[in-house]
């Protein structure tokens, strides 16, 4: 078995994962998840951890299911937050959110704008 397959997915207080008719289904305080399940890999609960079980040999399926049941279980329990920066020029910007776009001016741009500001005001 793969090494990925062969870690235990911790399940944090708050967190209920079933298997049921081919789907794993990941629910939580920030919503549910699913992933489709071979037929050939089992997941085993022991206590609040769970255990990927590979029947034919095919490790690597099993390092995957684990993965994404493991990234299930995180978006379930802390969702994601991607913080991006965006530099157009001189100008930089930062864009945080986990759904759509807020974007700020960083302290060097705002900086460069001030100084703009200020240089039109003397001419």
């Known amino acids: 078995m793969s ?3 062969k870690k235990l997915i911790t399940v944090p207080k708050g967190v ?3 298997v049921s008719n081919g789907v794993i289904s990941v629910k939580g305080p ?4 699913t992933v489709a399940k071979p037929n050939h890999i089992d997941l085993i609960a022991e206590g609040n951890e769970l ?4 029947k034919n040999g ?3 399926m099993g390092g995957t299911i684990r993965a994404l049941v493991q990234n299930c279980i995180i978006g379930v329990d802390k969702g994601y937050e991607r913080k991006l920066e965006l530099e157009l020029q001189w100008l930089a910007m930062t864009s945080t959110s986990p759904s759509g776009f807020r974007t700020q ?3 060097r741009a705002k900086k460069v704008l001030a100084w703009q ?3 039109r005001q003397k001419l």
């Open 3 to 5: 090494r990925v397959a």
């Open 16 to 18: 209920e994962v079933t």
């Open 30 to 33: 920030k919503g549910t998840l």
């Open 51 to 54: 255990k990927v079980d590979v």
């Open 58 to 60: 095919d490790t690597a």
């Open 105 to 107: 001016l960083c302290s």
């Open 117 to 119: 500001r200020q240089r």
